[in-house]
């Protein structure tokens, strides 16, 4: 197990995040740190989770990362180039995958898979076509004309699923994305998703609070203090899940670097 919170990021990397810093200021006037001096790189093709204690910053950076928000200082890159810059010229090549569905309720599942591709400029007859096959990909061949209403939260969330790779996206933020559904589901759900992201070659930036869940899903998990700085990066062997051992060390390891990180309170 590889564990090293001070490694240089590669500049070769899909995603370079360098001494990245953010704060905002509350109504009562004083200054609250998200992003304290935060740096790490992601290789294209690496599946990285991200966990740490409330506070750290995780949803924030994702914002970063679409352009949602700007960093105080340090910088984002894919591919060399700025996270703004990346987010304007190669529109929907980042997608992300909240944990509410967040469909539009008067469109269809096809619709609602389609959109990302109607932002890109995609012809009507090719977004509907490529939103079809990402239905059929997730499992919802008997379903492409429903309402998000006439879905379980399940299939709500294949959906967004659906929505997420139809674009062809070079990098996919999966925030908390399983963490609303009931266990059966989302464990059902989560190994559906890894099929699907090993048949692409894209990369894929995990926050979640689940380590069970960042062990099934990631190459490689990023433990973040509150507010978010790097602690530590632990390698997560191939098939850790079904080790007990390993995964059980793991667990461990990561629970108590998250308490330590913790915001005091």
């Known amino acids: 197990m590889d564990t090293n919170a001070a490694s240089v990021p590669a500049r070769s990397s899909k995603l370079l995040v360098e001494h990245a810093r ?15 001096d935060l740096s790490f790189s992601v290789k294209s093709g690496e599946y990285v989770a991200i966990v740490g204690p409330t506070g750290a910053g995780k949803s924030v950076l994702l914002d970063c990362l679409l ?6 200082a340090g910088q984002i890159r ?28 008067w469109l269809s599942a096809t619709d609602n898979a389609a959109f990302g591709l109607q932002i890109q400029g995609v012809s009507q007859a090719d977004r509907r076509k490529q939103a079809v096959r990402w239905l059929d990909a997730v499992g919802l061949s008997a379903f492409k004309d429903a309402l998000p209403r006439e879905l379980s939260g399940g299939m709500r969330q294949r959906v967004n699923i659906a929505r997420a790779f139809a674009p062809n996206p070079e990098l996919v933020l999966l925030d ?8 059966v589901t989302a464990s059902r759900l989560r190994q559906d998703f890894k099929a699907l992201a090993q048949s692409q070659q894209t990369t894929f930036l995990i ?3 689940s380590i069970d869940e960042a062990i099934f899903l990631a190459n490689r998990i990023l433990v973040f203090g509150a507010p978010a700085r790097l602690m530590a990066e632990i390698a997560v062997p191939p ?3 079904e080790d007990r051992v390993a995964s059980d060390r793991i667990k461990d390891e990561v629970r108590s670097l998250i308490v330590a990180g913790a915001r005091p309170g």
């Open 176 to 183: 908390e994305a399983f963490s609303a559904l009931d266990d």
């Open 239 to 241: 098939l850790a899940w």
């Open 22 to 36: 953010k704060s905002f200021r509350q109504d009562s006037g004083a200054e609250i740190s998200a992003i304290a």
């Open 67 to 72: 352009g949602l928000k700007f960093l105080d």
């Open 207 to 209: 926050v979640t609070h």
């Open 78 to 105: 894919v591919d060399g180039l700025p996270v703004e810059n990346f987010v304007r010229e190669k529109k929907g090549h980042i997608t992300r995958i909240f944990q509410e569905d967040r469909l539009l309720p």
